[in-house]
């Protein structure tokens, strides 16, 4: 950390300050594009690196400018030389043109967005700047006005003005090094000494100018050859436009007015890694991450970020135990870029054995680390109980990683996503048909189809655990304490009615847990609750509660939570507490209305799963009463389903 003095309070409102809050947002971002690209490397120097500018821990009176690092055991030094020779290669030598020139256009894209959604802010954004203003004096002019400004600063700061600017953060003086690390048998814990010498000594090292190769080349080199909309339908519940395509893909679209500047997507298609072979099951905990990490056509996930700069599209795909899914959002501008990446991440994902040796490296790294938490032995002992010890469910180890295969699992990926007949493409937002019927002929038209083969998931068995069981462990802790959950589970058909009950049900025992397991026992911070109702591979529900407490305590609390329950099943729900669920679900329905989210959740839903989420919602939220939650929750909690994992805390 760099210690700087704070910017004077009589200039905090003032245009002053809002350039050196520019200068700052521009020197991080270019610098931790730098740290990514080492993250990168197939032996990275760090697990993970990051550099910020703010308040000197929780001062008002010093800034800092801040790096910090993730290192592997037993590579401090290493990680550490890393993070202090990049800030000596930033005050030495700058950055480079296309290096602010991309930064800045990530920014002014990102106010470009806040601009033009300034009529649809939520209340927490005008809080956090009210608050932000109140705390520190900085200017309050609102995003018009702001926005207006940084269109005449931001072109006017030349990279020069920048990199004199940065060339002052990593100063010689008033520095402070922070370590941060496990007392475990093996590790040595620096001294202050060496830690002061490692500084010393980095500080000394011969660096070179940052170098880079930026590619102009298209997203696409050959357009496609387009297929066609062979016919155009509408949706009945959401008159949503509907396409069938040439090659027998299913495109939705729902135009909005909610967001001016906001197209969000998905593309979903039944299977997931279900289909998959049994002795695949390790892979198939990766292939998210997989599936990014060597980019996109010719573009490494490092220059593939690169050729995006200043655009609001982003794309991630996911391939789940039952589905696999493209999901997505773009702004209008930078539509037929989106579809591009959308052909690119069914036709040509990119290998990189580099990217794949890092990721392996960071994450063996991080699994270790993990490993020797309490709450990860927990998480370990709660799924193995609750789901039988399933593979597909157990969590990936450190020593599951020499069995990942990278090319089997870029072949997973790519058969998941080989057969675009397969999916339905829902697009919601400020979305015009016209405009986007020719790039969803060529980008989605042209996909590799088959019409004849349509897919449908696999049990897999993952349902939770018959009958009553208990298990408790001891686990050594710096400050011993206990983890409390009860699970019950047993079957209740996927309505809309029962996922509405559900979502009652867990606010109701939020409240009741409240009053008496924090409140009236003071026992614990606060209780957690989830009641979920599911379709795969079964329809069935879940409802937990847990709770962290003193060791000597937690029979008294376990106890109680019981004897809560039990009291809600005898006399039923308080009147209170259910018209305030009541009235909470009828508003965030209301405000859900217009939101493209949830547009896009009822519409996937309606063609993945062919069921109507949306319909007879509301009618159903208002014919709830006390007497049919109560009803519920004894249907549920009586069906002889119970799992209690406990973990005691000691201290040698």
């Known amino acids: 950390m760099y210690k700087h003095d704070v910017v004077p309070v009589e200039l905090r409102p003032t245009v002053a300050q809002t350039v050196i809050d520019y200068m700052n947002n521009m020197v991080c971002s270019m610098l931790n594009s730098r740290l990514s690209e080492l993250v990168q490397k197939s032996d990275p120097p760090f697990v993970g690196a990051d550099a910020s500018y703010g308040d000197f821990f929780v001062s008002q009176t010093k800034k800092a400018f801040t790096l910090s690092v993730e290192a592997r055991e037993g ?183 909610f967001k001016e500047d906001q197209i969000l997507f998905t593309a979903t298609s039944r299977g997931g890694f279900s289909l998959t072979n049994p002795e695949d099951v390790v892979i198939t905990k990766v292939l998210d991450d997989i599936a990014t990490l060597g980019g996109l056509g010719k573009f490494s996930a490092i220059d593939l970020k690169k050729n995006l700069a200043g655009k609001n599209v982003s794309i991630n795909p996911s391939i789940g135990i039952n589905n696999e899914q493209l999901s997505g959002s773009s702004s209008p501008k930078d539509l037929e870029t989106f579809m591009q990446l959308i052909y690119l991440s069914y036709t040509d994902v990119r290998k990189d054995d580099e990217a794949f040796d890092s990721y392996i490296t960071r994450m063996r790294a991080q699994l270790v680390n993990m490993e020797s938490l309490p709450m990860i032995a927990f998480q370990d002992s709660l799924s193995k109980t609750l789901f039988n010890n399933n593979p597909y469910v157990n969590r990936l180890t450190s020593k599951m990683l020499d069995q990942i295969n990278y090319d089997r699992a870029l072949q997973i990926i790519k058969e998941r996503f080989a057969n675009a007949a397969d999916f339905t493409f829902v697009f919601v937002g400020n979305i015009d048909p016209a405009t986007v019927k020719p790039l969803v002929e060529t980008y989605i038209g042209s996909l590799p189809a088959n019409k004849a083969k349509k897919e449908d998931w696999k049990n897999l068995n993952n349902v939770p655990v018959r009958g009553v069981i208990s298990k408790q462990f001891d686990k050594e802790m710096q400050t011993p304490k206990s983890t409390v959950y009860k699970i019950y589970s047993g079957k209740i058909p996927y309505t809309v009615e029962n996922k509405i009950m559900a979502d009652i049900t867990k606010q109701i025992f939020d409240q009741v847990f409240t009053r008496t397991i924090r409140e009236d026992e003071g026992g614990t911070y606060g209780v957690g609750v989830s009641m979920s109702v599911t379709y795969y591979p079964e329809d069935y529900f879940v409802f937990l509660y847990g709770f962290d407490t003193d060791v000597a305590i937690k029979d008294r609390l376990i106890a109680r939570a019981q004897k809560e329950i039990e009291n809600v099943m005898k006399n039923g729900v308080e009147k209170t507490d259910f018209a305030k669920v009541i009235e909470y679900m009828q508003k965030n329905y209301t405000q859900n209305l217009r939101e493209n989210n949830y547009w896009l959740s009822v519409l996937t839903n309606r063609y993945f799963l062919g069921k109507d989420m949306h319909s007879t919602f509301e009618a159903t939220l208002k014919s709830m009463t006390p007497e049919k939650i109560d009803n519920f929750i004894k249907t549920a909690l009586t069906q002889g389903n119970e799992v209690e994992i406990i973990m005691n805390g000691f201290k040698k």
């Open 75 to 257: 590579e401090l030094e290493r990680g550490a030389r890393t993070i202090i020779n990049e800030a000596e290669r930033m005050r030495q030598f700058g950055f480079t043109a296309s290096e602010y020139e991309r930064a800045k256009a990530n920014y002014m894209s990102r106010l470009e967005r806040l601009y033009k959604e300034r009529e649809n802010q939520k209340n927490d954004y005008y809080v956090q700047n009210l608050v932000n203003h109140f705390l520190t004096g900085e200017a309050l002019p609102g995003i018009e006005m702001e926005y207006t400004l940084m269109q005449q600063i931001a072109p006017a700061i030349t990279v020069d003005q920048i990199n004199t600017y940065a060339k002052s953060l990593p100063t010689r003086e008033n520095v402070v090094m922070l370590v941060m690390m496990p007392q475990k048998e093996g590790i040595k814990v620096p001294t202050k000494e060496e830690i002061l010498s490692l500084y010393e000594s980095a500080l000394n090292d011969k660096l070179e100018p940052y170098t880079e190769t930026v590619s102009n080349e298209p997203l696409v080199a050959v357009t496609p050859k387009a297929g066609k909309v062979v016919k155009e339908t509408r949706e009945p519940i959401t008159d949503a436009l509907v396409w069938t395509l040439s090659n027998g893909a299913t495109v939705v679209i729902k135009k909005t007015d």
